[in-house]
């Protein structure tokens, strides 16, 4: 039976929160802003291995490229994560090859990627 990830990650809500930039066109970034919802994939670090991820933009309508904004971020697998995320983890997001923000961690709001102490 296949499972629907999305309700899911619906009904379990965001692991960690961020703060994330967007690289600007002029850095390689995208060509326009984001959406207030998103997925796209992240790299917290696994070797050869990218985390599906679904974000959530809260505070905006439209991400605007090159400036902070607060992010939630629900990770398809966070399982995968078990004990390695913290605040103050940094990460990149991209979109196929292309890297296209960075984020640091600020806060986490699931234990299971909690960095074990």
């Known amino acids: 039976m296949a499972v629907d990830t999305s ?6 809500g965001p692991d960690v929160e961020a703060t994330i930039t967007f690289l600007r066109t002029i850095e390689g970034g995208r060509f326009g ?6 997925r796209a994939a992240g790299d917290f670090g696994v070797s ?19 400036r902070p904004v607060r992010g ?4 398809l697998w966070p ?8 605040p103050g983890f940094k990460f990149t997001i991209h979109e196929g090859r292309k890297l296209v923000a960075r984020g640091e961690i600020t806060k986490i709001l699931n ?7």
Not at 7 to 12: A, C, E, V
Not at 72 to 75: A, F, M, Q, R, V
């Open 7 to 12: 309700t899911s990650q619906k009904l379990r």
């Open 33 to 38: 802003p984001v959406n207030p919802t998103y």
């Open 48 to 66: 050869g291995e990218f985390n599906d991820v679904n974000f959530e933009f809260p505070d905006d309508v439209l991400v605007e490229l090159g």
């Open 72 to 75: 939630l971020l629900t990770l």
């Open 79 to 86: 399982e995968r994560n078990a004990g390695r995320l913290h």
């Open 111 to 117: 234990d299971t990627v909690r960095r074990n102490a």
